[in-house]
C-alpha cells in the first residue's frame, strides 16, 4: 500500500517568507509525527499528534514554528518568517497508535533551503 | 532524558564480509529499540526492533540485532555485507517514558568496497 508521502520534496525559500510543509500520513494510522534532520545528524523530534489532537510540541523550536493536523489525516507544518538556521530535512512520520505507536513509518522527507 | 551513541561515523567493509554497527542508549526503563537505513534520496527505512522478550531480534535484509542490557547496548549485525547495503543507518530509542517519541543517534555511514 501507499506509505508516508510529502510535499514539496524540496523547498527553497527567500529569509522571512514563510513556508507550509505537508505530510499525507499512511492510511489508518492515528499517530503522526514531524522530526527535523540537520546534514550529518539523525531526525530530532519536532511535534506529534493523534487523530486531530496535537498531544506533544515540546520539540518545536520556537514560536515560528506550528503544525496542524485539522481532519486527523494530513499534516500542515508551518514556518514563519523563515531563518538560514531554519534548513534542513523535515521528515514526517505516522503509525498505527496504542503500542504500536512506537513503530514509525518514515516519508522521504521535505528538503528546505532557506537562502 | 534518553539519548543514543553511534560511536561510529564511518565504517567502511569489504562486500562479503560480516558488519557491526554499534548502538549505545542512555534510558531510564525499559527501552524500545530500533534501527532505521537511509540511502540516498529515500526516506527511513525501519530495520529491525526490539520491545521485549528474545534479547536477539531478526530484521529484513538479513539484518539482526542483539539487545544487551548490562551493556546499554543494541548493536546491528550482518554476517556478509552486499554493495547495496551502503547506505546511513540509524540507532533509535523509545518508550513509556519518552512519550511517542524517537530518539536518534547521529548516524553511521556504511561504504562497501567491491
Known amino acids: 500500500g501507499a506509505g508516508v508521502s510529502q510535499s514539496p520534496r524540496y523547498k527553497v525559500t527567500k529569509r522571512g517568507q514563510d513556508v507550509a510543509l505537508r505530510c499525507d500520513p499512511i492510511s489508518g494510522h492515528v499517530s503522526l509525527y514531524w522530526y527535523r534532520q540537520a546534514l550529518g545528524q539523525g531526525p530530532e523530534f519536532l511535534t506529534y499528534?493523534?487523530?486531530?489532537?496535537?498531544?506533544?510540541k515540546s520539540g518545536l523550536p520556537n514560536d515560528r514554528f506550528s503544525a496542524e493536523r485539522p481532519e486527523g489525516s494530513i499534516s500542515t507544518l508551518t514556518i514563519q518568517r523563515t531563518e538560514q538556521r531554519d534548513s534542513a530535512m523535515y521528515r514526517c512520520a505516522s503509525s498505527l497508535g496504542g503500542h504500536s505507536s512506537y513503530e514509525q513509518y518514515f516519508g522521504p522527507g521535505t528538503r528546505l533551503t532557506v537562502t | 532524558a534518553q539519548s543514543v551513541t553511534q560511536p561510529d561515523i564511518h565504517i567502511t567493509v569489504s562486500e562479503g564480509a560480516s558488519l557491526e554497527l554499534r548502538c549505545n542508549y542512555s534510558?531510564?526503563?525499559?527501552?524500545?529499540l530500533f534501527w532505521y537505513v537511509q540511502s540516498p534520496g529515500q526516506g527511513l527505512q525501519l530495520l529491525l526492533k526490539?520491545?521485549?522478550?528474545?534479547?536477539l531480534v531478526q530484521g529484513i535484509k538479513g539484518f539482526e540485532a542483539e539487545f544487551k542490557r548490562s551493556q546499554s547496548s543494541f548493536n546491528l549485525r550482518k554476517p556478509s555485507v552486499h554493495w547495496s547495503d551502503a547506505a546511513e543507518y540509524f540507532c533509535a530509542v523509545g518508550g513509556r517514558n519518552a512519550g511517542n517519541m524517537l530518539t536518534f543517534g547521529g548516524g553511521t555511514r556504511l561504504m562497501v568496497k567491491p
Open positions: 534510558y531510564g526503563a525499559t527501552p524500545y
Open positions: 526490539y520491545f521485549s522478550g528474545d534479547t
Open positions: 499528534f493523534n487523530y486531530e489532537a496535537q498531544q506533544d
